[in-house]
């Protein structure tokens, strides 16, 4: 969707580092969200943001943290707490509200060096 | 919380032959049914959306069927074609989440 920016496309960890994906939106949505997908599985939600300076956890919060400073932006950080943290990460947008489509960014593909 | 199941988990269909997939779910609460296309390398695409007052919705070549009573919910996909080839995943949410299937890959054989 040319109106989600994921960044980058590709990021390598190394044992004990924080790494950040970035997530930009032009679309004007107010809510954003974050999804871990692991091969063979459905996507499965980490964080999720209905307003600027407020986020609520998902169903696999722990060993992630993220900010919604902007309205445009909502930024993830895998922590050395994540101990599996090889997988692709998505970012999605969407109307407040339950019940809205989401759209959807290309991913961030995260590996352990 | 939510559960969906999808099946099957691979379906292979002649160029020009319909494709269908199946999804259950837990929660009757639940209300908003999407479902998304994703090719190799890319993001999920929402290809087609039902809500809990409809029972069918169509666009072009695509239908999804939705029985509340049951809990389930079908992608019908007519006269497939190569491009239609990629994993489709169904989902449902009755608020802010959307709690995915584990994916079906179509194949399209010419």
């Known amino acids: 969707d040319g109106g989600i920016t994921q960044s980058p496309k590709y990021l390598f960890r190394k044992e004990g580092q924080n790494v950040t994906l970035s997530c930009e939106q032009n679309?004007?949505?107010?809510?954003m969200y974050w999804y871990r997908q692991d091969p063979g599985q459905g996507l499965r939600l980490i964080y999720y943001?209905?307003?600027?300076?407020?986020?609520q956890k998902g169903d696999i919060a722990e060993g992630y943290s993220v900010s919604r400073e902007k309205k445009e932006s909502f930024p993830l950080t895998v922590t050395s707490a994540q101990k599996n943290p090889t997988a692709f990460y998505l970012c999605?947008?969407?109307?407040?509200?339950?019940?809205?489509?989401?759209?959807f960014g290309d991913g961030t593909r995260l590996s352990i060096l | 919380g939510e559960n969906v199941e999808q099946h099957p988990s691979t379906l292979s269909v002649q160029e020009g032959d319909s494709a269908v997939i199946k999804c259950t779910y837990s929660?009757?609460?639940?209300?908003?049914f999407p479902w998304y296309k994703q090719e190799l390398g890319k993001g999920p695409q929402l290809i087609i959306d039902?809500?809990?007052?409809?029972g069918e919705k169509k666009d072009q070549r695509i239908a999804v069927t939705l029985n509340k009573t049951a809990k389930h919910f079908s992608l019908h996909i007519t006269e497939t074609q190569p491009e239609d080839s990629a994993v489709y995943f169904c989902?449902?949410?009755?608020?802010?989440?959307?709690?995915f299937g584990a994916g079906t890959t179509v194949t399209v054989r010419a």
């Open positions: 999605a947008t969407g109307g407040v509200g339950g019940n809205q489509p989401q759209h």
């Open positions: 679309l004007n949505h107010d809510a």
């Open positions: 943001s209905q307003i600027v300076n407020d986020f």
């Open positions: 929660d009757s609460a639940s209300n908003y």
């Open positions: 039902i809500r809990s007052n409809v």
């Open positions: 989902a449902a949410s009755n608020d802010y989440k959307l709690s």
